[in-house]
């Protein structure tokens, strides 16, 4: 009963297989090799654009740190949702490779920021403030809470971002995830529907160790290569990666999983639910976040259970928030074991 993280989850199978069939001969290396190009091509076909440029990091920390780092200005401010991960746990990284951009928390409901949110805290930071001037807009898609911005509140978000011409940038740390729950096209979920650069996500949701920034603006992202290299983002092996990426998205794997985890991910919010247990917020991609009663959780403990309690959750006398995250690798023998568990 594997709960803790998505990370935890091993690589899938066809991600294996691909690594292993490309495993062959030698290839050119620092990213000149046809694996990677035909990578590229894929997300081009895939965001339906020819506009784009495709850099491959090993972490969701790196992609989103450098992506900071090519729009930063001196001054810079990023404003970014008070729970976001690029805020509270990625040890300052967009900090330090922005070469100081400050980070701006900005209010939200169920993890996600609101237009309205938005406008009242950009109308705080002028141009020219001595405070700084906003540089750039993160928005998690889907986000810390397991919920989805829907694209219209997207639009609305960007749309805010633009009056200020800011960068806008989505954490797609679990984009696949996401993007089945709303089922739109990967196109309409980032630039159509104004995002400037996104960090892709494939570790949580199958991959060994492949992430990749997408940058649709090329004119709002200068100097990404520099930045990625000097960061010791350029792979040497870069096909490893390539193969990764390449078994993830063969034949709409990468959207089977992220289907499948967001499956369990209900299943476990209405078992939940029909026990009696409330959840703290909505659940629409692959993390249930119930308030859990001490004895309940040290029973699921005492069977095995692994998760984590979640103290941000406004929890009453004898119970503690926890966060359930679902993945790929998750069965459905876990998630019935575990709601059996949970009803006493
Ligand atoms: C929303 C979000 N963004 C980014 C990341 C960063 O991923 P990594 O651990 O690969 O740096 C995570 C990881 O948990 C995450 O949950």
């Known amino acids: 009963m594997i709960f803790a993280s998505d990370n935890w989850a091993g690589a899938s199978q066809p991600v294996m297989d691909a690594m292993v069939r490309h495993n062959t001969g030698a290839a050119p290396a620092y990213g000149t090799d046809p694996l990677t190009l035909k990578v590229r091509d894929r997300f081009r076909e895939i965001f339906e654009t020819d506009d784009l440029t495709v850099w491959f990091t090993a972490t969701g920390t790196a992609a989103n740190a450098l992506t900071m780092a090519a729009c930063a200005r001196p001054g810079g401010l990023v404003l970014t949702s008070d729970i976001a991960h690029v805020l509270c746990d990625e040890w300052g990284a967009t900090e330090f490779f922005s070469h100081g951009m400050k980070m701006v928390p900005v209010e939200t409901r169920n ?69 089945v729950h709303l089922g739109c096209s990967p196109a309409e979920m980032t630039w159509k529907a104004g995002i400037d650069a996104l960090s892709f996500g494939g570790t949580k949701n199958g991959c060994w160790c492949a992430e990749a920034i997408v940058v649709f603006n090329q004119d709002a992202l200068r100097d990404l290569a520099a930045h990625r290299s000097r960061a010791g983002h350029l792979f040497s092996k870069s096909r490893f990666v390539a193969a990764q990426l390449d078994g993830y998205l063969e034949n709409g794997h990468w959207l089977d999983s992220a289907r499948h985890a967001n499956a369990m991910a209900s ?50 006398e004898g119970t503690s928030g926890v966060r359930l995250v679902t993945s790929f690798a998750t069965t459905s023998e876990e998630v019935a074991r575990f709601l059996e568990i949970a009803a006493g």
């Not at 639009?155 to 960068?167: F, P, Q």
């Not at 249930?288 to 692994?306: K, N, Q, S, Y």
Request: glycine letters at 8%; charged letters at 20%.
């Open 111 to 179: 993890g996600r920021i609101s237009a309205q949110a938005l406008s009242r805290e950009l109308a705080k930071h002028p141009a020219g403030s001595r405070f700084g001037t906003p540089v750039a807009v993160s928005l998690t898609q889907a986000s810390e809470c397991g919920t989805v911005y829907p694209l219209d509140e997207l639009a609305a978000l960007t749309g805010v971002a633009k009056e200020r011409d800011l960068v806008c940038h989505m954490d797609g740390a679990r984009f696949a995830n996401a993007l």
């Open 267 to 316: 299943r476990l919010a209405e078992g939940l639910t029909a026990s009696g247990h409330a959840l703290a917020h909505p659940v629409e991609a692959n993390e249930v976040f119930p308030v859990l009663d001490f004895a309940t959780i040290a029973r699921l403990r005492e069977a095995g259970a692994a998760f984590y309690e979640w103290p941000e959750i406004e929890a009453g």
